[in-house]
């Protein structure tokens, strides 16, 4: 076996041979610490088939192929293909897709995996600028047991966030509305070529076996929720006005559920909101 890509060595002989750099645009920063990748990988639960988001030169890719049955890698920068079709070239069970994965259709995705390889995991470390919107995708999906992500610190800590706080917002909610989260490990800025300004942290979702509900439900009750903190700020009587377009409606859904209409948003927890989208149902 070579060196793995992730060694700083091998990921700086590769950057140089084809003349790479990390483009911001794409929110790139390659893994250079092969601990911790191997670390993200083992605890992944990849053993049957596994999504990951932007492979980058596939210093994570290579550990979740030794792990995992099937890869498949989801990758917007075309000019990698050259980089990956040789540093991937070992492993014969990983599939690169060129495409961006918020306009893949998951389901379908999931759903040829799942019925192939067993069972289907997320293992990404995510870009930055495209971190929110992946996520509430993947939650959407519950045939995804597992959700193991490097993110940015700030970002993780909105996973356990409680009302009242700062970082309290839909991802909280969502998050925990779903799943068991639990932090890994912290992954300091050095462990990056080049490091960025922050620190990351891994994130693992484990799916939640007492939400039974169909992935259209989970949708709906999640675009509520986008629409209960669109502004945080703002009470929740008008942002649920704003949301729904009918004022009236809005005060009755609130009267019926118990809840001040100068509550705000960021103030309400998991039980309230779930009773005001009864109340609205």
């Known amino acids: 076996m070579t ?3 992730s060694t700083p060595s091998r990921t700086k002989e ?5 003349g790479l750099h990390a483009k911001k645009g794409y929110g790139q920063n390659f893994l250079v610490d092969p601990v911790i990748v ?15 988001i932007g492979p980058g030169i596939g210093s ?11 890869v498949t890698a989801y990758e917007v920068d075309e000019a990698l293909k050259p980089v990956l079709a040789d540093t991937l070239s070992p492993y014969d069970n990983v599939e690169i897709i060129w495409q961006d994965f918020l306009k893949c259709d998951l389901k379908e995705v999931t759903g040829r995996l799942e019925k192939v390889y067993g069972s289907v995991s997320v293992c990404a470390n ?13 939650f959407e999906e519950a045939s995804i047991r597992y959700i193991t992500v490097m993110v940015q610190k700030e970002v993780g800590e909105r996973f356990a966030a409680l009302p009242d706080s700062s970082a309290y917002s839909t991802l909280s909610v ?14 300091p800025a050095r462990s990056f070529n080049p490091s960025p300004a922050v620190d990351s942290v891994i994130i693992q979702f484990s799916r939640r076996d007492d939400v039974q509900e169909s992935q259209e439900e ?6 509520f929720l986008k629409g209960c903190f669109k502004q945080r700020r703002k009470t929740i009587y008008n942002n649920l006005k704003e949301y729904l377009q009918d004022g009236t409606k809005a005060d009755e859904a609130l009267q019926k559920a118990g ?7 960021q103030s309400m927890g998991q039980e309230e909101l779930r009773r005001l989208y009864e109340a609205l149902r």
């Open 60 to 70: 994570l890719t290579e550990q979740l192929a030794l792990h995992a049955e099937h």
């Open 174 to 187: 969502e998050g925990q509305y779903l799943y068991q989260v639990k932090k890994l490990f912290n992954v």
């Open 259 to 265: 809840i001040s209409p100068k509550t705000r948003a």
């Open 126 to 138: 995510l870009p930055y600028y495209i971190t929110t919107p992946v996520l509430f995708k993947l």
């Open 38 to 52: 191997e670390k993200c990988a083992e605890a992944s639960h990849c053993e049957g088939a596994v999504i990951e």
């Open 3 to 5: 060196r793995y890509i």
């Open 218 to 223: 989970t949708a709906t009750y999640f675009a």
């Open 14 to 18: 590769i950057l140089e041979q084809y």
